[in-house]
């Protein structure tokens, strides 16, 4: 099966893409969702097959490798086609593999053959920034075998080049091709809700690229204010979901996005809809929506389906109204992709996961809130996050113009705003950083000396040397500052400042102040002076009027200094100092008269020294700081290697930089938690459970409490779990302390909210009891949390050195995939 010519024309960017590969170059191609860069992965697949040889696509979640399969499947049919994400295994040696990247990482550090591969594709490589996921992605690119070219695919980035700069590097040839222009336009509007009317304000956000200046006076209302001592009715308001999609449906902007950063906001903004009778259906359509939805949900359970309200899923979806979020089950997020990708759903409430995911534009997106709650706190979005979300808004080939609203919040002003509308791109920062597996794994196959050359070539390093050549050229600077203040300083001791005079001097310098004349005080501030009266014992009052007014006396015996007369003005008569008109009257005489000098040269005069020598401390402190800066950037991956190696020093798994029979069992864990795993592992923790309690026991690894408000206390059902349990937290508590010695950054403390949920699952409790004893945790993140054990289980059921243990983690694994958790996974192998 050919794929044939595409059936457009290609853009400027993919036929220079394209070019590249056919030279044999990697290519980095950074454009905006949305732009057609799928099409020069297409072209490096097509010409690896057609050289004989294969191809890898890798995508950086299941679903989106579940998508790229089918469109692969269906491009160059299902036989070429292989799938490869760790629930799923279809086709493995095919022509065409596509997996997630941290299968392809897993292969790399297995040593498979990968000599018949001709390219490997990294989409969305703008990951390399996720501090938990993104250090794969510069695993695969540094481990690779240098015959394999990269075809990376990436979202708009403003450091293109120096992304680019770090591939030449370490992959060889690589050519950057930049697209900044969005295959359809976008406009962002602002919805603004009236008290005073039912329909809604509309603007544009933006105007010739700048800030609509007609968005300002909709901030006025932000700043509650008082009219007669009552307390004012703010004039806008968030406007009503209801009143937006009803706009949207007149201006035909349908079918669309609205983005809401809570699951249950998704489900209640869907509801909401159906109660208020809304429909965006055909009856033909609504019949062929619940076919593709009893389809997809024709593997579960009908109690399950009961429990799921699938029913009433249904007939909401029926009427093209879906909600979209993780806490779904597989099966209903799937049908409700399917029957948007078809037209039949035209509106649906989703969270981010919908952007991040699967490609499915709409002509429209509505992004509910400009703040999302990040696990423990609410935080704007950034620029790369608004503009994944409104990336997809505009269908090519289909929509001439995408639309983008953001309704009015009293939370956030419209410079916010339209600050979020005009950022086009963002800058890419690694969050590259060895681990206990990774360390492992490169001393399995390289000398110290290797593996520190190796991560030395990271990106992490290539932006920290950049950074640390800035640093250089800025420690240049202060230092020159430095040397310069020094001098100045020092000058300054030579000359001194005038000594303080005695009191005779002052005194007679005094007796030559008449009225009118002007000083200066020690602060440098002109003063005007009204009079000078003698006391006993040669004491002498001085008064004086300032700039600003204000009656100000002086005791002769308080200067240091002689007064000197540096102008006069003429005062104004009568001579009246006591009255206020009259040193107002002084002052604005003041504040016009020329001075010799004038007031901040004899600031200077008097204060310099001081100020140079401050300035002189905050020099050096900062040529301090940028040295400690610089001790931190230089070679800075290379040290965390050591420190990581220091503890796998002390926990016995290297010995003389060679791995020990525990380190090779840490060489196959592939969790956040790694080290805490294989230790319990290593002191037979999990030897001697049940496959429940062991299922209990090893959820305390996976789970994290993500709702808002405290974490629950662990629950075990059985002693033997409690043991281990706190077992476990002591071998972590001492894994801590040598972290803290070796100066390792500690990982997260274990959570029991899921071991007895787990330990029931595994027992054979129904899900719809399960899910009855927490109101909170929805079916789908039931089943994510399920999948999440069952990949530990299988890694310890294929590690554990009791074979007793393994037995029981394999039991474990087969009692909870089953039910809802194992249809999620077999619908997922199904061809859209």
Same mark, same amino acid.
């Given at each position: 099966m050919s794929p044939g010519p595409p059936a457009f024309e290609l853009d400027r960017f993919q036929r220079e893409a394209a070019a590249h590969i056919d030279a044999g170059r990697s290519v980095l191609v950074a454009a905006p969702t949305g732009a057609g860069k799928t099409v020069v992965a297409e072209h490096a697949i097509d010409r690896a097959i057609a050289n004989g040889r294969r191809a890898i696509y890798t995508a950086p979640i299941k679903a989106l490798s579940n998508q790229k399969y089918n469109d692969l499947a269906h491009r160059v049919g299902s036989r070429r086609v292989g799938l490869l994400t760790g629930d799923n295994t279809i086709n493995g040696d095919a022509d065409v593999v596509v997996m997630t990247t941290e299968v392809l990482r897993n292969m790399l550090y297995e040593g498979r053959d990968l000599s018949d591969l001709e390219v490997v594709v990294l989409d969305e490589v703008h990951y390399l920034e996720d501090s938990f996921r993104g250090p794969v992605w510069e695993e695969v690119i540094l481990n690779l075998p240098l015959h394999v070219k990269l075809v990376c695919l990436s979202a708009t980035v403003s450091n293109a080049e120096e992304v680019c700069g770090w591939l030449d590097t370490v992959r060889?040839?690589?050519?950057?091709?930049?697209?900044?222009?969005?295959?359809?336009?976008?406009?962002?509007?602002?919805?603004?809700?009236?008290?005073?009317s039912e329909k809604p304000h509309v603007i544009d956000t933006l105007v010739d690229a700048n800030p609509n200046p007609e968005g300002h006076r909709f901030d006025t209302d932000l700043r509650r204010g008082r009219d007669k001592g009552k307390s004012r009715r703010p004039q806008w308001r968030t406007p009503h979901r209801l009143d937006v999609i009803d706009l949207l449906q007149r201006q035909d902007l349908l079918p669309t996005i609205w983005f809401v950063f809570s699951r249950k906001g998704c489900d209640e903004a869907a509801e909401t809809l159906e109660r208020a009778g809304s429909r965006f259906t055909t009856p033909e359509e609504a019949a062929e929506v619940r076919s593709i939805a009893e389809e997809k949900i024709s593997s579960l359970d009908p109690s399950d389906l009961q429990l799921l309200n699938a029913e009433s899923w249904i007939r909401r979806l029926e009427r093209g109204i879906a909600s979209h979020h993780a806490g779904l089950v597989p099966a209903f997020k799937e049908a409700v992709e399917l029957c948007f990708a078809r037209g039949l759903v035209r509106v649906v409430f989703a969270t981010e996961t919908l952007a991040l995911g699967v490609n499915l534009p709409a002509r429209s997106v509505v992004v509910d809130q400009l703040s999302k709650f990040?696990?423990?706190?609410?935080? +704007?979005?950034?620029?790369?996050?608004?503009?994944?979300?409104? %990336? *997809? &808004?505009?269908? /090519?080939?289909?929509?001439?113009?995408?639309?983008?609203?953001?309704?009015?919040?009293?939370?956030?002003?419209?410079?916010?705003?339209?600050s979020l509308a005009s950022s086009k791109s963002f800058r890419l920062r690694s969050a590259f950083k060895p681990n206990y597996n990774m360390a492992i794994n490169l001393l399995t196959s390289h000398t110290p000396d290797e593996?520190?050359?190796?991560?030395?070539?990271?990106?992490?390093?290539?932006?920290?040397?950049?950074?640390l050549a800035r640093l250089e050229v800025r420690l240049s600077r202060e230092a020159q500052r430095v040397a310069d203040l020094e001098e100045e300083v020092g000058s300054q001791h030579d000359h001194g400042e005038p000594p303080a005079a005695d009191p005779a001097t002052?005194?007679?310098?005094?007796?030559?102040?008449?009225?009118?004349?002007?000083?200066?005080?020690?602060?440098?501030?002109? +003063?005007?002076?009204?009079?000078?009266?003698?006391?006993?014992? %040669? *004491? &002498?009052?001085? /008064?004086?009027?300032?700039?600003?007014g204000h009656d100000i006396r002086w005791d002769s015996t308080e200067l240091e200094h002689v007064p000197d007369t540096i102008g006069h003005i003429d005062l104004p008569t009568p001579h009246a100092p006591e009255r206020q008109d009259f040193r107002a009257d002084v002052a604005s005489r003041l504040r016009?008269?020329?001075?010799?000098?004038?007031?901040?040269?004899?600031?200077?005069?008097?204060?310099?020294?001081?100020?140079?020598?401050?300035?002189?401390?905050?020099?050096?402190?900062?040529?301090?700081?940028?040295?400690?800066?610089?001790?931190?950037?230089?070679?800075?991956?290379?040290?965390?290697?050591?420190?990581?190696?220091?503890?796998?020093?002390r926990r016995n798994h290297i010995d003389d930089w060679s791995v020990t029979d525990s380190g090779k069992i840490l060489s196959r864990i592939y969790h956040e938690l790694d080290l805490l795993v294989v230790d319990s592992l290593v002191a037979g923790v999990f030897d001697g459970l049940t496959a429940p309690e062991l299922a209990s026991v090893a959820s305390t690894f996976t789970y994290e409490h993500r709702r808002p408000g405290p974490a629950p206390d662990p629950w075990f059902p059985s002693q033997?779990?409690?043991?281990?349990?706190?077992?476990?937290?002591?071998?972590?508590?001492?894994?801590?302390?040598?972290?803290r010695r070796a100066g390792v950054t500690r990982f997260r403390d274990l959570e029991g909210g899921f071991a007895a949920m787990a330990h029931s699952w595994a027992a054979g409790e129904d899900l719809a009891v399960l899910l009855g004893t927490d109101d909170d945790l929805t079916p789908g993140d039931f089943v994510r949390n399920i999948k999440q054990l069952v990949d530990l289980l299988r890694q310890i059921s294929s590690v554990s050195p009791n074979p007793a243990t393994r037995t029981s983690a394999s039991s474990a694994v087969q009692a909870i995939h089953r039910g809802v958790v194992a249809v999620s996974g077999a619908v997922e192998e199904q061809l859209l």
């Open positions: 060889g040839s690589t050519e950057l091709v930049v697209e900044t222009t969005r295959p359809v336009d976008l406009t962002n509007l602002y919805v603004v809700g009236d008290r005073k990040t696990g423990e706190t609410h935080e +704007l979005l950034t620029p790369a996050q608004f503009t994944q979300i409104t %990336g *997809r &808004a505009g269908r /090519r080939g289909i929509d001439k113009i995408g639309h983008a609203l953001v309704p009015w919040s009293p939370f956030v002003t419209f410079d916010q705003v339209a593996a520190r050359a190796l991560l030395a070539r990271s990106f992490a390093q290539y932006q920290s040397n950049s950074e002052i005194n007679e310098a005094i007796t030559r102040l008449r009225p009118g004349d002007i000083i200066s005080d020690p602060d440098g501030r002109n +003063l005007a002076v009204m009079g000078v009266s003698w006391r006993k014992g %040669g *004491r &002498a009052r001085i /008064r004086l009027v300032s700039g600003g016009r008269a020329r001075v010799k000098g004038g007031a901040r040269a004899e600031r200077r005069r008097r204060r310099e020294p001081e100020h140079s020598r401050a300035d002189l401390q905050r020099a050096r402190q900062e040529v301090e700081r940028i040295k400690r800066m610089s001790a931190r950037h230089r070679g800075s991956i290379p040290l965390q290697f050591d420190a990581i190696c220091d503890v796998l020093h033997a779990a409690r043991a281990a349990f706190r077992e476990i937290s002591g071998v972590a508590s001492e894994l801590k302390r040598v972290q």
